[in-house]
């Protein structure tokens, strides 16, 4: 089971309203209890050596604008392309506190450079990027926790 596949499934408990799901596998135990008074989830992964694959199950519902001062702000990011974590982990902007930043404000990149690494569980994932463009915005700070599809960075295509 991926990484990928526990955030689907952690999403689609937290959606379904189940207040706790145990999912026992051969080599994979996972618990997920999501807490009625808002307090976030808990989930307590066990993992064996092996892997064992799991169908994916996505789901994405759009954000809606809060107020006309969040929706004038939309319309003038929606000219940007918004470049999402693709995982739930620690965001870093760089590789090692000695070196250098992987991208700045104002930076071109292209496809297939490293815009930040994300840190999961000991994992050190580099992000690259799919878009083309100059990197306007950097909307989390460095050593941040940062959630599945939370926005990392606005670029401009042109």
């Given at each position: 089971?991926?990484?990928?596949?526990?955030?689907?499934?952690?999403?689609?408990?937290?959606?379904?309203?189940?207040?706790?799901?145990?999912?026992?596998?051969?080599?994979?135990?996972?618990?997920?209890?999501?807490?009625?008074?808002?307090?976030?989830?808990?989930?307590?992964?066990?993992?064996?050596?092996?892997?064992?694959a799991?169908?994916?199950?996505?789901?994405?519902?759009?954000?809606?604008?809060?107020?006309?001062?969040?929706?004038?702000?939309?319309?003038?990011?929606?000219?940007?392309?918004?470049?999402?974590?693709?995982?739930?982990?620690?965001?870093?902007?760089?590789?090692?506190?000695?070196k250098?930043?992987?991208v700045?404000?104002?930076?071109?990149?292209?496809?297939?450079?490293?815009?930040?690494?994300?840190?999961?569980?000991?994992?050190?994932?580099?992000?690259?990027?799919?878009?083309?463009?100059?990197?306007?915005?950097?909307?989390?700070?460095?050593?941040?926790?940062?959630?599945?599809?939370?926005?990392?960075?606005?670029?401009?295509?042109?």
């Amino acid at each position: 089971m991926e990484l990928k596949d526990i955030q689907n499934l952690i999403k689609f408990v937290a959606k379904s309203g189940a207040s706790e799901v145990k999912l026992e596998m051969e080599d994979i135990k996972i618990t997920i209890k999501t807490g009625s008074d808002d307090k976030g989830e808990t989930t307590y992964i066990q993992q064996m050596p092996a892997m064992a694959a799991m169908p994916q199950q996505a789901a994405a519902a759009p954000a809606a604008p809060a107020s006309d001062a969040s929706t004038a702000a939309a319309e003038e990011e929606s000219k940007f392309i918004t470049v999402k974590s693709p995982i739930i982990g620690t965001f870093y902007r760089k590789s090692a506190p000695d070196k250098p930043m992987f991208v700045e404000v104002g930076d071109n990149i292209g496809i297939g450079d490293v815009l930040c690494v994300i840190e999961a569980m000991k994992l050190f994932n580099e992000i690259e990027s799919e878009v083309s463009g100059k990197i306007v915005k950097i909307l989390v700070d460095d050593a941040s926790p940062v959630e599945f599809d939370q926005p990392l960075f606005l670029v401009d295509p042109s």
